[in-house]
């Protein structure tokens, strides 16, 4: 499969046009993504959340390019970082990344070229226009895109794929979204009982009257009952002989709230979040805000963020930079920081101990560097290696020679 024509196409569709001499791909323009999957993001608040925790989380990190842990810089991390394409930020890029891949499963976007083989743009692409391809006599993975004037295939190296978990026979991530299926079900249902109640308990009243009237007779009582109730704002009164008595509905019964407390935490086991980032916290309780997130960063951060990193480095950087020693990586510090006296007893040790130099303290705390010695790395003066000739420690030394000075003046 040759893809260099194919990849111009599409790179001549996402900046001239979607339309052209030859191809066509106006059924993309002003659809509604994600089909079944948008619908339910913008009508399930639990999924809402849960989805706009993981996308905004992830694309809030800082990204950056490093080269033997110093950061550095080049054309496709400018890209990446400053500019995926002409309509987004890196913000946008991650967020529809990680929302497409947290509705339909995968997300997916298109390396365009520049005339020297770089990377000019990273387009996103609808989920439902691309399927993956097998191809058995090379054993690689093409991506097939569906455009209104045929298929265009494409070689995975091309493409950033991020995704769900997956079978052994597909590398297409299962939707979370389907997944929940059943549990969404039921919610809808729940939602939809407790409107109906909610609509008609403001409507029950009980009327007594003093003496026996006939079906007749009451059917004009409740009619009248029912006007004037409507034209007068709820306002009642109530004639002698007759008594009016709203009856108690209670529409929130305790198994509502149960199973909204269920399906909160079946939509947290799916997205592998913890289920207080969902409003449930009953029953849980957290020394710190350092442990509440830690607890999201290893359970779900990590493994997310590792997929990016690895599809970033695999794709966007060539060979020879990653045996240089280039690697894309997050930096998840902000997250796990802590309160003030927590981060100010992990530097005060840092420094003491000799593996966090001043100005690495001010570069955590996003502050400039001074330079000079706070750029050098310190010792306690109370602390030596174990190995050290005692007599050669500061305390043993002053010792010495105050014996020394004392049998002197003897």
Same mark, same amino acid.
């Given at each position: 499969?040759?893809?260099?024509? #194919?990849?111009?196409?599409?790179?001549?569709?996402?900046?001239?046009?979607?339309?052209?001499?030859?191809?066509?791909?106006?059924?993309?323009?002003?659809?509604?993504?994600?089909?079944?999957?948008?619908?339910?993001?913008?009508?399930?608040?639990?999924?809402?959340?849960?989805?706009?925790?993981?996308?905004?989380?992830?694309?809030?990190?800082?990204?950056?390019?490093?080269?033997?842990?110093?950061?550095?810089?080049?054309?496709?991390?400018?890209?990446?970082?400053?500019?995926?394409?002409?309509?987004?930020?890196?913000?946008?890029?991650?967020?529809?990344?990680?929302?497409?891949?947290?509705?339909?499963?995968?997300?997916?976007?298109?390396?365009?070229?520049?005339?020297?083989?770089?990377?000019?743009?990273?387009?996103?692409?609808?989920?439902?226009?691309?399927?993956?391809?097998?191809?058995?006599?090379?054993?690689?993975?093409?991506?097939?895109?569906?455009?209104?004037?045929?298929?265009?295939?494409?070689?995975?190296?091309?493409?950033?794929?991020?995704?769900?978990?997956?079978?052994?026979?597909?590398?297409?991530?299962?939707?979370?979204?389907?997944?929940?299926?059943?549990?969404?079900?039921?919610?809808?249902?729940?939602?939809?009982?407790?409107?109906?109640?909610?609509?008609?308990?403001?409507?029950?009243?009980?009327?007594?009257?003093?003496?026996?009237?006939?079906?007749?007779? #009451?059917?004009?009582?409740?009619?009248?009952?029912?006007?004037?109730?409507?034209?007068?704002?709820?306002?009642?009164?109530?004639?002698?002989?007759?008594?009016?008595?709203?009856?108690?509905?209670?529409?929130?019964?305790?198994?509502?709230?149960?199973?909204?407390?269920?399906?909160?935490?079946?939509?947290?086991?799916?997205?592998?979040?913890?289920?207080?980032?969902?409003?449930?916290?009953?029953?849980?309780?957290?020394?710190?805000?350092?442990?509440?997130?830690?607890?999201?960063?290893?359970?779900?951060?990590?493994?997310?963020?590792? #997929?990016?990193?690895?599809?970033?480095?695999?794709?966007?950087?060539?060979?020879?930079?990653?045996?240089?020693?280039?690697?894309?990586?997050?930096?998840?510090?902000?997250?796990?920081?802590?309160?003030?006296?927590?981060?100010?007893?992990?530097?005060?040790?840092?420094?003491?101990?000799?593996?966090?130099?001043?100005?690495?303290?001010?570069?955590?705390?996003?502050?400039?560097?001074?330079?000079?010695?706070?750029?050098?790395?310190?010792?306690?003066?109370?602390?030596?290696?174990?190995?050290?000739?005692?007599?050669?420690?500061?305390?043993?030394?002053?010792?010495?020679?105050?014996?020394?000075?004392?049998?002197?003046?003897?």
């Amino acid at each position: 499969m040759k893809t260099g024509f #194919q990849i111009a196409t599409i790179r001549a569709a996402v900046t001239t046009g979607w339309t052209g001499s030859n191809f066509n791909f106006t059924r993309w323009i002003g659809r509604r993504f994600w089909g079944i999957e948008n619908s339910t993001l913008s009508t399930n608040e639990l999924i809402f959340t849960a989805i706009t925790k993981k996308s905004e989380t992830l694309a809030s990190l800082p990204l950056k390019l490093y080269q033997n842990h110093d950061a550095v810089t080049n054309d496709v991390a400018d890209v990446l970082i400053n500019s995926p394409n002409v309509n987004m930020t890196e913000f946008d890029f991650i967020r529809l990344l990680e929302v497409c891949r947290n509705s339909a499963g995968n997300g997916y976007a298109i390396k365009i070229p520049d005339l020297r083989g770089g990377v000019e743009q990273l387009v996103p692409l609808d989920p439902s226009y691309v399927e993956e391809v097998f191809d058995t006599k090379t054993n690689e993975l093409w991506y097939k895109i569906m455009g209104s004037n045929g298929d265009y295939y494409i070689h995975n190296l091309d493409i950033l794929h991020v995704k769900h978990i997956h079978g052994a026979n597909s590398w297409r991530g299962i939707s979370p979204i389907r997944v929940l299926t059943n549990t969404l079900k039921f919610d809808k249902a729940v939602k939809e009982f407790s409107i109906s109640e909610m609509e008609q308990a403001p409507n029950s009243f009980i009327l007594k009257y003093g003496a026996n009237v006939d079906e007749e007779k #009451q059917a004009q009582v409740v009619e009248q009952f029912r006007q004037f109730y409507a034209e007068n704002g709820g306002v009642l009164f109530q004639e002698p002989g007759v008594e009016i008595k709203e009856m108690d509905r209670k529409f929130v019964a305790a198994d509502i709230a149960s199973a909204e407390k269920i399906t909160a935490k079946r939509i947290a086991n799916v997205f592998s979040m913890p289920v207080h980032m969902l409003g449930e916290g009953e029953g849980q309780s957290f020394g710190s805000l350092e442990q509440l997130m830690s607890e999201f960063v290893v359970m779900t951060l990590m493994p997310i963020v590792k #997929q990016y990193e690895q599809e970033f480095n695999r794709k966007l950087l060539t060979r020879d930079e990653r045996k240089a020693g280039y690697y894309f990586k997050f930096n998840m510090n902000a997250l796990l920081r802590g309160d003030t006296a927590a981060r100010t007893a992990m530097y005060h040790s840092g420094i003491r101990d000799s593996w966090l130099r001043p100005d690495d303290v001010r570069e955590l705390e996003d502050l400039p560097p001074i330079g000079g010695k706070a750029a050098e790395l310190w010792i306690s003066g109370d602390m030596y290696p174990l190995d050290m000739d005692p007599t050669m420690r500061k305390s043993t030394s002053s010792s010495a020679n105050s014996s020394n000075n004392n049998n002197s003046s003897t």
